[in-house]
Every structure is written in structure tokens, then in C-alpha cells.
């Protein structure tokens, strides 16, 4: 976990902004 992470916070972001949810559950999302 993490790794391959950190490049992809500006996007998971965009993502939690457009989603219209909280980073932390795109970040749990991403990290499976």
C-alpha cells in the first residue's frame, strides 16, 4: 500500500471532487 499511490493523489482529487465524495474512500477504493 502506497506505493503507486502517491502519484495519483492529484487525481483521486479530481476523482473524490466529481464523485462527490471524500478522498479517504477513494484512497480505501484505490488500495482494494
Not at 19 to 32: F, H, P
Request: no cysteine.
Amino acid at each position: 500500500m502506497g506505493r503507486g499511490i502517491g502519484y495519483a493523489r492529484p487525481v483521486m482529487d479530481e476523482i473524490a471532487r466529481r464523485a462527490g465524495v471524500s478522498k479517504t474512500t477513494v484512497y480505501r477504493a484505490l488500495s482494494g
